[in-house]
């Protein structure tokens, strides 16, 4: 039932670009996402809503496919920083209060 | 000022005791929830509350109690603790409409010997 994420890790050198996955079985209103660093809380990153309404980070650019029940993260030219657990958060169309998390992708950026 | 506070960052306890865990959002938010993340990093629902409601329990055990005397706190209560329990709890609060984001609790390392 967790949305499935891919992929699973991804190690990335500095100035790369990485794509993360986020596939739900049911029917989404709306997907954000988050990326949590080792030992912290998940920290909110973008909003992507149904109509193509998108809110947050400035630096990364995310796409939501309604009818696929996808959505995809995009990660350029990435930094030192990125490096982290990244994790999509998705409701239903069904209700507000099941908010649930994907499986999470490791993400490392190297020197 | 925290948005949302959590306590304590970590506990150690024995098998078969009880432990609490508390959870305060100074946000206004209507809808906090209780999230475990076990050691592989999946972040998995247990509880969410509307309004000190009730909204959702995801088959979690019963020995698991989850308590909001009022929609600024959120505390979970756990008895006859298992070496399952073993994760990290982490507490959120979102606001009331379906475009925003959830802020987390700093989370709490339970770990149970």
């Known amino acids: 039932q967790q949305p499935v994420q891919s992929p699973q890790a991804v190690i990335l050198r500095e100035g790369e670009d990485a794509v993360i996955n986020c596939s739900s079985s049911k029917a989404l209103y709306s997907v954000h996402w988050y990326r949590q660093k080792h030992g912290e809380a998940p920290v909110f990153l973008m909003i992507l809503l149904k109509g193509g309404e998108q809110k947050g980070h400035d630096k990364i650019s995310a796409s939501f496919n309604e009818k696929k029940q996808q959505s995809s993260l995009y990660l350029t030219a990435s930094q030192l920083s990125y490096s982290g657990t990244y994790f999509c958060g998705t409701e239903s169309t069904s209700g507000t209060y099941k908010y649930i998390f994907g499986t999470g992708t490791r993400l490392k950026v190297l020197a | 000022d925290t948005a949302v506070s959590q306590t304590p960052k970590y506990l150690v306890t024995q098998m078969g005791n009880d432990k609490s865990i508390k959870c305060e959002q100074n946000?206004?938010?209507?809808?906090m929830y209780w999230y475990k993340q076990d050691s592989k990093k999946f972040l998995k629902i247990m509880f969410s509350?509307?309004?000190?409601?009730?909204?959702i329990n995801e088959t979690v055990p019963n020995r698991f109690s989850p308590k909001s005397p009022d929609k600024a706190h959120l505390n979970l209560h756990i008895n006859s603790l298992e070496l399952g329990d073993s994760a990290v709890y982490f507490c959120?609060?979102?606001?009331?409409?379906?475009?925003?984001?959830?802020?987390f609790g700093q989370g709490t390392r339970l770990t149970v010997v």
């Open positions: 959120a609060s979102r606001g009331g409409t379906r475009d925003t984001e959830a802020f």
């Open positions: 946000l206004g938010h209507d809808t």
């Open positions: 509350y509307n309004n000190k409601e009730l909204i």
